[in-house]
């Protein structure tokens, strides 16, 4: 037979709890069940500010460091280690259960509330210092893991303290009580954070608010609640030590908007003109005006630099318009860029362009800067759009129905592409060329990035293709474009892109002698850069697939 739960008998009356408030039935306010309810209320919310903080750090993590897998393992390992440990330190703590859970909440608000914005602060002011502050990001990153780990872990066994001294019963229904409480408040959380918190007040602003929800819950519950266990003195110091921390989150609160505004221009520059977080990503543009040229960043990498975008586009494009090209596919490109390209060429019937993120498509139409630098190619009757996932969107397309498949998506390196570089990808685009079709696929940087490189054509001969990979070199090194994001990594950003074009038959990279004529590219660079590409070989690489990817 299971005995009951009885708390650890007092010994001498701790300093922090009133003379007899530690051992017997707590001196409450209200009925125990209503005391109970209120308890179980308590785990609910703070369970769920506690699976925000996790999320909020995979997140911002994900965002500032790239290769959100690893992130995300990271953080939720170094947290789930860090609970344990917290549960064993807070044994300590049962003999003073209520001041010991009013000061853990008080700060667990404070380190929770305030770990996204400090964790851009050092991504934003030190992460281009290089030398030893260039792993500051991810050092603070563990910090805050660790320190949220274990405050979340103390939370348990105070409250089950508190909540068996409201009425006593046997262990297990008690932590099925707790759990009950714990697991429904982590599903809100986890909830509210994809679909609340971050597309309506954004990462700072959710994680400010969470960490002000948890200080006024888990003062309230104590002080309302538990206050005759506490000393005046201890009531007065968790009340000050309360208010201490709501000030420093709505001041906080109050400044994020000038904070994110000084933090975006110390990582992009002081030319940002538009910065928008949409359902997607963050999209940032600079420049363009007064002859300055303009840079879009998606998420942080520098996707478009009008300092040679055309290098990139016209490398991207034209060796696949070769051929016939009456029906093209655009796959990315949201842009523009690439649909400006593909128009130029003489007997282009129609442009299917599939991009996943509107907003892009519409700052494509209506930002000054950008709808010139595409000579306003969604304008062009010829142009379809579609807002959707290229994946998806190719599992509905209709069989040989594009003669050209421009696969204009970002680097494979990065985890959330890896599917748009999988060999199952790959054959639904093999699945919608004509007879005698091409596909041309950036493939990452050559130079830096060989293995990546060859395992998008490994991947792409693994779904029935015959390729020719080839690459051009002068892209402006002054920001990270691939999987990693951080500015230390700018000295060491790719100088070169890769590409691979593809079809049924054995391709050969060329310009069509009847068509425009680039204004970068010639015959001569596309053959060095073929040439280049092909000395980098790696011979033996496995296929990428959507459950074993290899990026």
């Not at 509210?192 to 400010?208: D, V």
């Not at 053959?527 to 070989?537: I, K, L, M, S, V």
Request: contains cysteine; aromatic residues 6%; glycine residues 12%.
């Amino acid at each position: 037979m299971i005995e009951p739960h009885v708390p650890a008998p007092p010994g001498s009356p701790p300093p922090w709890s009133a003379p007899g408030g530690s051992g017997g039935p707590a001196r409450l306010p209200v009925r125990p069940g209503t005391g109970r309810f209120l308890v179980l209320a308590g785990v609910f919310v703070c369970a769920a500010c506690g699976l925000v903080y996790e999320l909020e750090l995979v997140a911002l993590a994900s965002y500032l460091m790239g290769d959100s897998v690893t992130q995300a393992s990271v953080v939720l390992s170094v947290m789930v280690f860090a609970m344990g440990i917290g549960s064993l330190a807070a044994k300590r703590l049962r003999g003073l259960a209520a001041a010991g859970f009013g000061a853990v909440e008080a700060t667990l608000a404070l380190v929770g509330g305030c770990s996204a914005m400090a964790l851009y602060a050092v991504f934003a002011w030190t992460g281009a210092w290089g030398g030893m502050w260039a792993s500051g990001p991810r050092c603070l990153l563990v910090a805050f893991s660790l320190a949220t780990g274990l405050l979340i872990g103390a939370e348990v066994p105070l409250l089950m303290e508190l909540i068996q001294r409201i009425r006593r019963q046997d262990a297990g229904g008690a932590v099925a009580d707790l759990s009950a409480a714990d697991y429904v408040g982590a599903l809100v959380g986890g909830l509210a954070f994809p679909f609340l918190l971050l597309p309506f007040l954004g990462q700072l602003t959710g994680a400010l608010l969470t960490g002000a929800v948890n200080a006024v819950v888990g003062g309230a519950l104590v002080l309302g609640l538990f206050r005759r266990d506490l000393t005046r003195r201890a009531r007065w110091l968790l009340l000050a030590a309360n208010v201490l921390v709501l000030a420093v989150l709505a001041s906080a609160a109050v400044l994020v908007d000038d904070f994110e505004r000084a933090a975006r221009q110390a990582v992009y520059g002081g030319d940002v003109r538009v910065a928008l977080q949409t359902g997607v990503q963050e999209v940032v543009l600079a420049g363009g005006t007064d002859g300055r040229p303009l840079d879009l960043f998606l998420d942080g990498r520098l996707r478009v630099s009008g300092r040679d975008e055309r290098r990139y586009h016209e490398a991207l494009v034209h060796p696949a318009m070769a051929g016939p090209h009456a029906r093209v596919l655009i796959l990315g490109g949201g842009d523009g860029l690439a649909a400006r390209e593909v128009l130029r060429h003489t007997g282009v019937e129609r442009v299917d362009v599939v991009e996943l993120d509107g907003e892009v498509l519409r700052l494509a139409r209506t930002d000054p800067a950008l709808s010139a630098l595409n000579r306003h190619a969604f304008g062009d009757p010829r142009v379809r759009v579609t807002t959707q996932d290229a994946f998806g969107w190719l599992r509905g397309a209709p069989p040989a129905s594009y003669d050209v498949v421009l696969s204009d998506l970002p680097d494979p390196g990065i985890t959330a592409s890896t599917k748009l570089y999988s060999q199952e990808f790959y054959g639904l685009a093999r699945r919608v060329l004509a007879p005698g079709g091409r596909i041309v696929v950036h493939a990452g940087p050559v130079a830096a990035g060989p293995r990546v490189f060859w395992t998008v054509d490994a991947t792409l001969r693994a779904a029935g293709f015959r390729t020719a990979p080839y690459g051009t070199d002068g892209r402006h090194a002054g920001f990270a474009a691939a999987r990693d994001r951080t500015p230390a990594d700018r000295s060491r950003a790719p100088r070169d892109w890769g590409f691979v074009l593809a079809a049924r038959t054995q391709p050969r990279p060329r310009l069509d002698p009847h068509g425009p004529r680039p204004i970068v590219l010639d015959d001569a660079s596309l053959a060095a850069g073929e040439r280049a590409a092909r000395a980098t070989r790696i011979g033996g690489l496995p296929a990428s697939t959507l459950v074993h990817p290899r990026y």
